[in-house]
C-alpha cells in the first residue's frame, strides 16, 4: 500500500477536522482495514459516529482505493 497516498488522504481529513478542534491519527492498518483514532474535540464530540461514517471514511476509501473500510478504535 502507497503510504505516501494514505498519507496525503489524511492530511485532507485532519485538514476539515482541525476546523471543528480535532484531529486524526493511524493506528494501523490490517489487511484492507485503515485503523484511525479522532483525537481532540472529535474524541467526545456526540456526532463523531457520523462524521466517521459519513465523511472520514468515504474521503479515505475515495482516495485509497485498496482499503475497504476504515475503523476507529
Do not use: F
Not at 477536522?17 to 479522532?38: C, M, N, P, Q, W
Not at 485509497?64 to 473500510?69: G, L, Y
Amino acid at each position: 500500500m502507497d503510504q505516501e497516498k494514505i498519507d496525503k488522504a489524511i492530511e485532507k481529513v485532519r485538514e476539515g477536522l482541525k476546523a471543528e478542534g480535532g484531529d486524526i491519527e493511524v493506528v494501523t492498518i490490517k489487511d484492507d482495514t485503515l485503523y484511525v483514532k479522532l483525537k481532540g474535540a472529535c474524541e467526545t464530540c456526540p456526532m463523531s459516529s457520523l462524521t466517521m461514517t459519513n465523511w472520514v471514511e468515504k474521503t479515505l476509501i475515495d482516495n485509497i482505493p485498496e482499503i475497504k473500510s476504515v475503523k476507529a478504535v
